[in-house]
């Protein structure tokens, strides 16, 4: 054991000028380095001959190496070994790695000993480097200060690479120059030779300190122009430890740390470092999969995975062994949603935050890197996936939109001619099993919310489970709820021309045997499903306003599309009267507002195909609409004509004016001009749905109760349109809560304004207030319930064709419901259905099992107050009519049927089957 204070005494009478906090007041080198050596010499009694071999024992240096070190040559080569041996003393006799308060040292002190580390590796270091690296201007200084000598760099390297693992020497990067100074004399005496030490000191810097130092160290001594076996050296080094685990992780926080250099610059770096052709197929293996763990990691940080993205896209564009790895990497990453390892009813297959990972890191790789991403081809076999998540996701999560614009992204890399349409027609036809290469998700697995809120969970549903992924109720939605209108125009008129060549396709047409079921749902699939989509996404698309300009630029593809609409029509004897009504809507105006387009040849063709269908068609609406478009073709505008159009458009500009006042305004006088029964506008009727339905999102109360009433004044004209819509945007999930519960208001107020005669859409009607009363929004089912209850007091007459549902979704209500609003709702039902009966006679099977519910209700106690107060409005009307009913029959002699009410315990006879409608008991 030694004394260390005396060392430390040593060392706070020494002055180091290349100390790194001392650098700044660099003055007088020569000097403070002769002072320090006598200031040693005359304190330390060991003789240096003897400091020097003590520590080339302990550094494993050979006698030949020891005996190349003359400490009395030069007075620098002596003022190294004489500091190294007092560190090498210190470090020897205190235990840094103890937390014992005898092996302690002050702050002071511990300064002291960084300090003289400091100065030690200049001299020992970064004085005896290779002469190229003289070149660089952070080692230009250090030239010629130390004759170099590889035996004394060796024994430097050793005393540096022991005394790194005392980890309170590294406050505050202390020595993150000496790690520098290090590697750079580790490769200069590597160039002479190689040793198992200086392998040894290479392996310890990359695997106990900093790998992101390790790298930038390498990168900064790479920078310097230097001799071919020194540049060779460094190159390999980093290769090497770049295919090493946490190697591109480490070389991206290198880079990263650079100052005042952009995140793209950095990107374009780390790729061409990355992707390179001189690698090995197994070390380009390797690095993809490191590529794919770092981007996991930096999801949320989009300058570092601006790296990795560039990364993986010039990896993929070096080979197709790449490509392949690249794909079956993505493929495996949807596995768990595609074909799940197992199938048990009620299994998580995977919770919120990870399915929000693996959506957002698609978006990362396919879409929001500012340099280069993944080939948007590599989409494409996801589409059906993606649009499946979309559709079972709820629209305010951010995911939402991500998944929009992975879609958005694809669809719009491809080729309009070719790629988009057999995309969209593989689409809608839903090849998978024809198709191997689709995605989607297994039939069980839905999509639910989880107990946390704004929380979802993917789980396994029950075997016999169906759920309805309609691609043409999906993707119109995903793009008119977006800002990519120029896609939106793309996709609208390839649908619009896959009509034309369905009606034109005679294949499926007749078939002369079906053998199997499979057969059959092909042909019903081909022949009628297939059209139906592409009619309900035509219809949907085309209410988006801002597609009518994008549509102006490609008037030339309509026209064309048009004129083979007109073609097919004349030819086959279907119906495409929807079809032609909205694409001539759809082409006035356009033409309105645009005189190139009416002067077009294009444009003067269609007359001979529009005489034709104005003689050949026996729509009023088709009629009407033909003639205004032959009118604005000939040019020759009517005075009286023009006024009716300008009614209709001054009604139409305020309607979409920002203020409320005004729209409400516009409203009315379309009111009118549809009571009026007013051509021109009963020629746009699809533009007037387009219209009301957008000012029914409008926050504004008087503006969207008016906008109800513009729905029922539309119903007089086109009944089975304006319901048929509003179901599907009622029963839409990718809209607004509250603007799917205004328009489930709107349905019911344009039911009512048709009374009775709203029998003839109770199927739309019912089905969309019955498939809301299963919605797991409480909100949403409630206002569905009630909705539910004002029809059935509207259609009591209708109800035996679905009261066994009816009762079922009450029942179902009421014993699993949580939404205690929603239960009134549903009690409701029942008692407004009560109302709605003229004839109880007619009812008779009905009454009984909604009298034992109500009566139910009525006798608990701990029930919901207004519950209870439905169910006794709903008994005392059934009382009421059963007394009327009776006294109705006593005053009427020729009554020959006999009315009996029996009591509650009254003993009946099982023989008697059919019990009159009054044996309520």
């Known amino acids: ?227 071919a076996p020194l540049a060779q050296l460094l190159h390999r080094q980093l290769l090497g430890k770049l295919n090493l685990p946490q190697g591109f992780t480490s070389l991206v926080e290198a880079l990263h740390q650079t100052p005042n250099v952009s995140s793209s610059r950095n990107a374009e770096i780390i790729a061409n470092i990355v992707a390179r052709k001189e690698f090995s197929l197994l070390a380009q293996e390797k690095m993809i999969l490191q590529v794919f763990d770092y981007c996991k990691i930096y999801l949320q940080n989009a300058d570092k995975m601006c790296a990795g993205v560039l990364s993986l896209r010039r990896l993929y564009d070096l080979s197709d ?55 948007s081809s590599l989409l494409i076999p996801y589409l059906p996936l993606l649009l499946q998540l979309y559709d079972g996701l709820p629209v305010d999560l951010p995911v939402s939109s991500q998944l929009s614009a992975i879609i958005l992204r694809c669809l719009d890399n491809r080729e309009m001619e070719n790629e988009l349409p057999a995309i969209l027609q593989k689409l809608f036809k839903w090849e998978i099993e024809k198709e191997p290469p689709w995605k989607s998700l297994n039939p069980r697995i839905i999509i639910l919310p989880s107990i946390n809120a704004n929380q979802i969970q993917v789980k396994v549903a029950h075997k016999d489970h169906e759920v309805d992924h309609d691609i043409g109720r999906i993707l119109p939605g995903l793009l008119t709820s977006s800002s990519h209108h120029s896609l939106t125009c793309k996709v609208f008129l390839t649908l619009l021309g896959f009509i034309g060549k369905h009606l034109n396709d005679t294949s499926s047409a007749s078939v002369d045997f079906i053998s199997s079921e499979a057969e059959l749902k092909d042909f019903l699939h081909s022949k009628y499903q297939l059209k139906l989509d592409l009619l309900f996404a035509l219809n949907q698309m085309v209410a988006h306003q801002p597609l009518r300009a994008q549509i102006s630029l490609h008037t030339k593809e309509l026209l064309h599309i048009l004129k083979d609409l007109l073609v097919h029509r004349s030819r086959k004897k279907e119906t495409t009267d929807q079809i032609l009504l909205l694409v001539l809507n759809l082409l006035q105006e356009i033409l309105e507002d645009s005189e190139n387009i009416q002067l077009s040849e294009a444009c003067k063709e269609l007359k001979e195909q529009l005489h034709q269908l104005s003689i050949q068609s026996s729509n009023p609406l088709i009629q009407q609409s033909v003639q205004s478009l032959l009118t604005i073709i000939h040019g020759a505008w009517r005075p009286r004509e023009f006024v009716k159009i300008q009614h209709f458009q001054k009604a139409r500009s305020l309607i979409e004016e920002k203020q409320s006042h005004m729209q409400v ?257």
């Open 321 to 375: 062994i790449n490509q392949k790895q690249i794909e079956e990497i993505l493929s495996k990453h949807w596995k768990p949603l595609c074909n799940p390892e197992d199938i048990i009813n009620g299994l998580i297959l995977m919770e919120h935050q990870g399915l929000c990972n693996r959506i957002l890191l698609w978006q990362q790789l396919f879409c929001c890197s500012t340099v280069a991403c993944l080939p």
């Open 665 to 921: 305004y516009g409203i009315q006088m379309m009111i009118d001009l549809l009571k009026k029964r007013d051509p021109a506008t009963l020629a746009q009727g699809q533009l007037i749905i387009a219209l009301a339905l957008t000012t029914l999102k409008d926050k504004d109360s008087y503006t969207f109760l008016n906008c109800v009433r513009l729905f029922v004044a539309l119903v007089h004209v086109m009944e089975s349109d304006v319901l048929d819509k509003l179901s599907d945007e009622y029963l839409s999930e990718t809209d607004q809560l509250d603007y799917r519960l205004v328009v489930g208001e709107a349905i019911l107020k344009v039911a009512q304004e048709l009374g009775l005669l709203c029998y003839r859409y109770k199927a739309v009607l019912l089905n969309c207030f019955m498939h809301g009363c299963r919605s797991p929004v409480h909100e949403f089912r409630m206002s569905a319930f009630a909705n539910l209850a004002q029809l059935c007091r509207l259609l009591a007459f209708q109800v035996q064709n679905f009261f066994h549902e009816l009762l079922q979704l009450v029942n179902s209500e009421l014993t699993t419901g949580g939404y205690v609003p929603a239960k009134r709702a549903a009690v409701l039902v029942l008692a407004e259905l009560l109302n709605g009966m003229e004839n109880l006679l007619d009812y008779q099977e009905m009454l009984l099992p909604i009298y034992r519910v109500l009566k139910a209700i009525e006798a608990e106690e701990s029930c919901d107050p207004q519950m209870r107060q439905h169910a006794a409005n709903g008994l005392k009307t059934l009382n009421e009519k059963c007394t009327r009913l009776i006294q109705s029959a006593l005053e009427e002699k020729s009554l020959q049927k006999q009315i009996k009410v029996l009591g509650i315990k009254d003993k009946v006879s099982p023989q008697r089957k059919n019990r009159h409608i009054l044996e309520l008991n």
């Open 1 to 227: 054991m030694i004394n260390t204070a005396k060392y430390f005494a040593l060392l706070e009478s020494l002055k180091f000028s290349k100390a790194l906090a001392n650098t700044s007041n660099n003055s007088g080198t020569t000097d403070a380095l002769e002072i320090n050596l006598r200031i040693l010499e005359k304190y330390t009694k060991l003789e240096i001959s003897q400091q020097l071999h003590e520590l080339c024992q302990e550094y494993q240096l050979t006698d030949d190496q020891e005996s190349s070190i003359d400490p009395e040559a030069e007075s620098t080569i002596s003022y190294i070994v004489r500091l190294q041996h007092v560190l090498h003393s210190i470090t020897r006799n205190i235990n840094f790695h103890s937390d014992a308060k005898e092996d302690l040292i002050s702050v002071a002190h511990l300064k002291l000993c960084i300090q003289a580390s400091q100065e030690l590796s200049y001299y020992s270091l970064r004085c005896q480097l290779h002469e190229d690296f003289y070149k660089s201007p952070i080692f230009r200084e250090a030239r010629e200060k130390v004759k170099a000598n590889s035996s004394l760099l060796l024994l430097s390297i050793q005393f540096f690479i022991n005394l790194l693992p005392i980890r309170q020497y590294h406050i505050a990067n202390s020595m993150e120059l000496v790690q520098r100074d290090l590697l750079a004399a580790i490769v200069s005496l590597r160039v002479q030779k190689d040793s198992p030490q200086l392998d040894k000191a290479i392996a310890y810097l990359w695997q106990y300190e900093s790998k992101a130092d390790f790298f930038r160290h390498i990168l900064l001594l790479k920078a310097t122009p230097l001799c």
